[in-house]
């Protein structure tokens, strides 16, 4: 059984910071790749960043310049630094998984959410 956990949501002003964290625990052979989704309040989920094993990167159009994704192979975990929020930046954001188990399976796996809103 995976789990993925996810910390680090909130509430900040506009034009603050957050860093979302997110760690894959269970029987976890390998991770590719690890990404943040996000899906706000009447809206359909949409991809924010995605990061491969091998650190190749790729952002939303709506992100790009202001975050960053990064991620530890050792800890299973990924890392969203949010610069620069903006109120449209409020959602609840996913973490996703693609895993590969011990017995060589591949799976899509999710995280709980964690809400972010950016307000005043």
């Known amino acids: 059984q995976v789990q993925l956990v996810e910390s680090g949501g909130g509430l900040v002003q506009p034009g603050g910071s957050l860093r979302l964290s997110c760690t894959a625990s269970g029987s976890i052979a390998s991770i590719n790749p690890m990404g943040w989704y996000r899906q706000a309040p009447g809206k359909q989920r949409e991809l924010v960043a995605r990061i491969t094993s091998g650190g190749s990167t790729n952002y939303a159009d709506s992100v790009k310049g202001r975050f960053t994704i990064s991620r530890d192979n050792a800890k299973n975990t990924v890392y969203l630094q949010m610069n620069s929020l903006k109120p449209e930046d409020t959602a609840v954001y996913y973490c996703?998984?693609?895993?590969?188990?011990?017995?060589?399976?591949?799976?899509?796996?999710w995280g709980q959410g964690t809400q972010v809103t950016v307000s005043s």
């Open positions: 996703n998984a693609g895993v590969v188990d011990d017995m060589d399976w591949y799976d899509d796996h």
